[in-house]
């Protein structure tokens, strides 16, 4: 009996994980799909929310920027101003 339990265990935790996966990349291609300007918007807007969702929201949304424009990425990541860190339309000219 215990081995069947663990079997429908690990086969419903393999559907969870699936799912996970299916909705990450339905989330990457809608994200690699905005304007610059709305991932910006996007991701300053996640500066004033709270969750264990924000993340991985965040986590999208800077790949979509590095791929976007990987110098203004880069300069972003390396800034050391507190002030800034959390503003990428600081760096992301073309969000202007």
Known sequence: MRT????R???????????QNELMNK???TVAALPLANL??????TNA?????VPVVRG???DAL???????????M????????DLPSRFFTAAH
């Open 4 to 7: 069947i339990e663990r079997r």
């Open 9 to 19: 265990a690990s086969v419903g935790q393999g559907l969870v994980i699936n799912m």
């Open 27 to 29: 989330m990457r291609a």
């Open 40 to 45: 910006v918007e996007a991701f300053e807007l």
């Open 49 to 53: 929310k709270q969750g264990e969702e």
């Open 60 to 62: 999208v949304l800077m």
């Open 66 to 76: 590095e791929a976007r424009d990987a110098a203004a990425f880069e300069a972003w």
């Open 78 to 85: 390396d800034c050391t101003d507190p002030a800034l860190m």
